[in-house]
């Protein structure tokens, strides 16, 4: 067994939001009510760095932006909840440049998402950052092949099949979910 498959994990690494100082243009969409860890990351970008940020977060956060909106380098666009987000990131994955960083902050199910629009778009492992918050992630079941939408609970049921799924701590980048399996009754 080669030494790369010894450090390979199954569970993804989540990190802080810190800007690359390399890169040329920086996208970041979020679905984090937390705008405090935004601002503090839009802080630290170097000087003439254009940030597109796509949020997908409800209307009292909105006025949190205005600072960022009055910033020719930044380019803030709000979604409402699931509406528009998907679209209008994907546009702005096909418009970026070489050089482009790409950080996605949420819960898993929002993360993983916009990950996989990324590959879609050719960026990168090394082009994404990932912040997660939040409280939901999906969990794949073996027995009806369906992916529900779940909390942190090691043991749920399955909205399709009904199986209670002892969800184990090994995740599909691919699919973007956790393994849930029969629980032991």
Not at 107 to 127: P, R, Y
């Amino acid at each position: 067994m080669g030494v790369n498959m010894l450090l390979r994990r199954s569970t993804p690494l989540y990190t802080e939001l810190v800007p690359t100082e390399t890169a040329n243009q920086h996208i970041i969409a979020s679905n984090c009510n937390n705008i405090t860890s935004l601002m503090e990351f839009t802080k630290k970008l170097p000087p003439l760095a254009l940030l597109i940020i796509h949020l997908e977060i409800d209307s009292d956060n909105i006025m949190a932006l205005d600072s960022l909106r009055t910033d020719e380098k930044f380019q803030v666009i709000t979604h409402k909840p699931q509406h528009g987000i998907t679209h209008a990131m994907l546009n702005t994955l096909n418009k970026s440049s070489m050089g482009t960083m790409v950080y996605f902050s949420g819960d898993e199910v929002f993360i993983w998402s916009m990950v996989k629009l990324a590959k879609n778009s050719g960026i990168t492992d090394d082009k994404i950052v990932l912040n997660r918050c939040g409280s939901k992630r999906n969990v794949y079941c073996v027995h009806c092949s369906t992916i529900n939408i779940a909390d942190y609970s090691s043991i749920i049921q399955c909205n399709t099949c009904g199986t209670s799924l002892f969800v184990r701590n090994h995740f599909s980048r691919r699919m973007g979910a956790y393994l849930g399996v029969r629980a032991d009754n």
